[in-house]
């Protein structure tokens, strides 16, 4: 799809990467092999099975090649009910040092942004980058490579193996000036034993793209505990993750998303030691004609390894849900247990969930379920409710509400549970039909 | 004759019903007043089911013909959750599991909007739970079934309390207990019916539909009603169910519509 559109893209890649490269950072191997191979394939449409079902047109045709100016200054009011002993903010990609706080953080947690370090210590990004972001041909991975310049950097050294701590990422993508996308790039690295919880939190505004890609590498017998909310009102956001699991580590994730226009969420995560575990949850809202596409590959590289994986949306109206799960069991990983679930309810006729779970098992002593269930709301428990004096469109959120609660029962505190199922429900329109 | 009727709580009249274009109750007439216990007995298929639904308002019954009066009001008019709001309460022969939804949150939130509807003032959990724990007595179940999913994993007995004790809190004015007694043994059965009859009171009435006059034992009807075909064919007091107890059904001249057909 190497269309005229994607030369405004190519144009505003070849001049960011051309600027960024002056600074010698030793990245400019790494931005040119990536604008090179997004010259080469831009943005992918329908042909590839990868992308198949997500919309890619508009964002390729729009005016959001543009770079979002980093210097605004869109207020960043904190109403997520979590307590957090660090705080980042990354307004347009650029880290805030004014808007973060990083008083109570442990001294065994460092965290700075990607542009300070790379001016400081750029052979250990250099490095850090190679081991955890594979140049490969991915359009949002190459645009975030070819202009690579800020993000967060986050390292949980040895020294607090006793603690947990919560820090809150909040990306804030400022559109009301004039479309433009931000491209973010962040790292974790947990050292054996350490334990961190990240709560991280999307908002835009106007029309943009909002371009974010983790990679996280946990040590031995290390665990992160991450939320992700992508808020209400977000144009369209690419968040991709890379995780690299040692031996007996832990990566539980929950992403959150509700009335935005178009979100991908990409996670890849390869077990390279023994008796990992990783828990993929979802839960997720689409109307008017949002789209929420949620695309996972779990690789099970080594022995012993479990994996739970529960995706579910609720689609009103012209919403529409893609799920692709791909569960790759490697040879000789033996006695993996892995559990996929993919449930969507349908409140309209219009709405459509695309649900494609792959499996490819290479060992023989595994056990391995998948299902997906596609389903409007149950009469039977509608009818239930009704004639206990509920009315229809409470006993329509309380039916929503138990199906997202199975998937967030496991989050705290409660403040924050409620705020995210009360943010779930005001996405969701009454009758959930298309308006005639 | 006038005078009379108005005293009467339910007053259905020459009710049609049919499912999926298959007429199921035909002409069907039944006069209820408050404080009286009324049993619907029949063979299977012959419409008991279908009228303790369409009184509590499943709307994919379709009512043809007659009409339904109901404490003054027209009761076909009313949705579901109206009908609940009004004092009308249906015990379900296969009660629904709604993983996700507490038990105490579900019967928190009906007893709440049945209050909302009657401009009354909501319950806090913590009064709510207060008032739950002698209805919970009421019924034999444990206090911890509340903190379940409604019905979620409840056994046959558990489902059939779990029924009696919505009732107790949602205090109808009229109760339809639809088939009750289904899959309960016979110690489950006794406390489901002391229960019902703990819930006997002048100013409610209650429909018990059975098949068998098992639940008549425990539960006394004062009107004892056979259905067949669509039709109550027989009327009479209690003795009644014994007669059907002794003869069956054939006995009476009633066949079983599912046999035959």
């Known amino acids: ?436 | 004759m006038n005078h009379k009727k108005e005293q009467l709580l339910l007053d259905v009249q020459d009710l049609h019903v049919s499912v999926d274009g298959t007429e199921i109750l035909r002409g069907l007439n039944l006069q209820v007043k408050a404080g009286e216990i009324h049993a619907i007995m029949g063979p299977n298929g012959s419409g008991k089911s279908t009228l303790a639904n369409v009184l509590a308002g499943r709307e994919e019954y379709q009512v043809d013909r007659g009409t339904v009066r109901y404490n003054g009001l027209d009761l076909l008019e009313l949705s579901a959750d109206e009908r609940a709001c009004e004092g009308i309460f249906m015990a379900f022969q296969y009660p629904v599991s709604i993983p996700g939804i507490s038990t105490a949150y579900f019967l928190r939130s009906a007893l709440n909007s049945i209050r909302r509807y009657r401009d009354e003032s909501e319950v806090d959990p913590i009064d709510f739970l207060e008032m739950i724990r002698s209805k919970i007595e009421l019924v034999g179940i444990d206090e911890k079934l509340l903190q379940r999913a409604v019905n979620d994993g409840f056994s046959g007995g558990e489902k059939k309390r779990n029924e009696i004790l919505q009732m107790a809190v949602l205090d109808p004015k009229l109760a339809i207990l639809d088939e009750t007694d289904s899959g309960l043994d016979i110690d489950a059965l006794r406390i489901v019916a002391e229960g019902v009859n703990s819930l006997h009171a002048d100013d409610r009435a209650i429909i018990v539909v059975t098949h068998y006059q098992r639940l008549l034992d425990h539960i006394v009807p004062d009107h004892v009603h056979v259905l067949s075909e669509g039709k109550i064919v027989r009327s009479g007091d209690k003795t009644l169910a014994q007669e059907l107890e002794r003869v069956g059904y054939t006995g009476l001249g009633v066949d079983d519509a599912r046999a035959r057909t």
Request: hydrophobic letters at 35%; a negative charge; charged letters at 25%.
């Open chain 1, 1 to 436: 799809m190497a269309t005229e559109a994607i030369d405004f893209w190519t144009d505003t890649v070849r001049a960011t990467a051309q600027r960024l490269n002056e600074a010698e950072d030793g990245l400019r191997e790494r931005r040119e092999g990536a604008l090179q191979r997004f010259q080469a394939n831009g943005f992918p449409g329908r042909k590839d099975e990868e992308w198949r079902y997500t919309p890619l047109k508009k964002l390729a045709n729009g005016p959001c090649h543009q770079l979002l100016p980093g210097s605004t200054r869109i207020p960043v009011q904190a109403d997520l009910p979590i307590e957090a002993v660090a705080r980042v903010v990354l307004v347009n990609g650029e880290f805030q040092e004014q808007l973060s706080d990083f008083s109570s953080l442990p001294a065994g947690i460092k965290v700075a942004s990607l542009a300070s370090l790379r001016k400081q210590d750029s052979g250990a990004i250099v490095d850090f980058l190679s081991s955890s972001f594979p140049q490969q041909n991915h359009p949002f991975e190459s645009l975030s490579d070819a202009m690579l310049d800020d993000g967060i950097w986050i390292d949980v050294t040895p020294e607090c193996r006793d603690e947990v701590a919560t820090i809150h990422i909040l990306h804030a993508f400022d559109g009301s000036r004039g479309a433009g996308s931000a491209h973010v790039t962040g790292t974790i690295r947990c050292a054996p034993g350490t334990r961190l919880r990240v709560i991280e939190e999307v908002r835009s505004e106007g029309e943009v793209l909002g371009n974010i890609r983790w990679g996280v590498a946990l040590g031995e017998d290390a665990t992160i505990d991450r939320v992700r909310v992508i808020r209400p009102g977000c144009d369209t956001i690419f968040h991709g993750t890379r995780v690299v699991q040692q031996a007996g580590s832990r990566f539980h994730d929950l992403m959150v998303c509700s009335g935005s226009n178009l979100v991908r969420n990409e996670i890849l995560t390869i077990h390279s030691g023994p008796r990992c575990h990783v828990e993929l949850l979802g839960i997720y809202t689409a109307r008017g004609i949002e789209v929420v596409d949620n695309h996972t590959t779990i690789e099970h590289a080594a022995e012993d390894c479990t994996s739970r994986e529960i995706y579910r949306g609720v689609l009103s109206q012209k919403g529409r849900g893609i799920f692709t799960g791909m569960i790759h069991v490697h040879p000789d990983a033996q006695r993996i247990d892995a559990k996929q679930s993919n449930d969507t309810i349908l409140l309209s006729r219009d709405a459509e969930m695309n649900s494609r779970p792959r499996l490819e098992i290479y060992a023989d002593d595994v056990k391995c379920t998948h299902g997906a269930t596609v389903g409007e709301l149950d009469e039977e428990a509608l009818f239930y409710l009704r004639s206990r004096g509920i009315q229809l469109d409470e006993a329509r959120r309380m039916l929503v509400r138990a199906f997202a609660s199975e998937v967030i029962s496991g989050l705290d505190p409660e403040e924050l549970r409620e705020f995210i199922v009360a943010e779930l429900e005001q996405s969701i329109p009454e009758g959930g039909e298309c308006a005639p």
